[in-house]
């Protein structure tokens, strides 16, 4: 089977690799996975609207271009390119600009995400998107990582167990990458924000990072100390 090739109003999606290794089909699913590129593209035409209206975006300025890795080699070395090291946990990603990712089987074949299922598949490329737009508003995300998190996490519907925010403001801004928990911790501190705070507010970090990071130990402060995980 070669290369797919499938084009929408909004989305371009490419799976295949230089290494002519095969990604996904078209026009039937992968016997192990059941996902077809189609139905990835609609599920994430289906959630634009809703994130795009998040970040005060009526359109994108250009197709949204989503390429999907069936070697992870490749797209080991395609992060190493952008990121300087490559860690088992990295299944996508938007360093480029696009959406670039693991097919699903080869998610499954890292020790991180062996369990991983269909639905969750789904949601990471959701994930993706939310921060394709955040890029578009500004994409400064220097000290900010955790807030990236924190709004992906929650706008594409993914859960992570709710954690205690027993961290600093500058381990959240300087150490983000290195903190075991980090995602849970943006999982936490986004719903907490998303709950508390205005959806303006909000919007106001995303297009002014400095004022983020400004405001980071005052918010990690007031979540710690009004918001309890639940059990």
Not at 117 to 145: L, P, S
Not at 209 to 214: D, G, K, Q, S, Y
Request: with cysteine; charged share 25%.
């Amino acid at each position: 089977m070669g290369k797919i090739r499938h084009e929408t109003k909004n989305l371009i999606f490419m799976a295949g690799t230089s290494e002519g290794a095969s990604w996904a089909q078209e026009e039937r699913p992968d016997s192990e996975s059941g996902i077809q590129v189609t139905d990835l593209c609609v599920i994430l035409e289906e959630n634009m609207g809703r994130i795009l209206d998040f970040f005060g975006l009526k359109e994108l300025r250009e197709k949204v271009t989503v390429k999907m890795y069936d070697s992870v080699e490749e797209y080991e070395r395609h992060v190493i390119e952008f990121f300087g090291e490559y860690f088992d946990w990295m299944i996508a990603d938007t360093f480029d600009g696009n959406i670039n990712l693991l097919s699903y089987d080869r998610c499954r074949s890292t020790s991180s995400h062996q369990n991983m299922r269909r639905e969750d598949y789904v949601k990471v490329i959701v994930h993706e998107f939310v921060h394709i737009c955040q890029q578009c508003v500004n994409d400064d995300a220097t000290g900010c990582e955790w807030f990236w998190e924190a709004l992906a996490t929650n706008l594409s519907g993914q859960t992570y167990n709710e954690t205690a925010l027993s961290c600093t403001g500058e381990q959240l801004q300087n150490a983000y990458s290195s903190m075991a928990d980090g995602y849970a911790i943006s999982y936490t501190l986004g719903k907490w924000m998303l709950a508390r705070l205005p959806h303006q507010k909000i919007l106001d970090y995303v297009k002014n990072p400095e004022t983020l990071r400004r405001d980071t130990e005052e918010i990690l402060r007031s979540a710690a100390g009004e918001y309890s995980p639940e059990v």
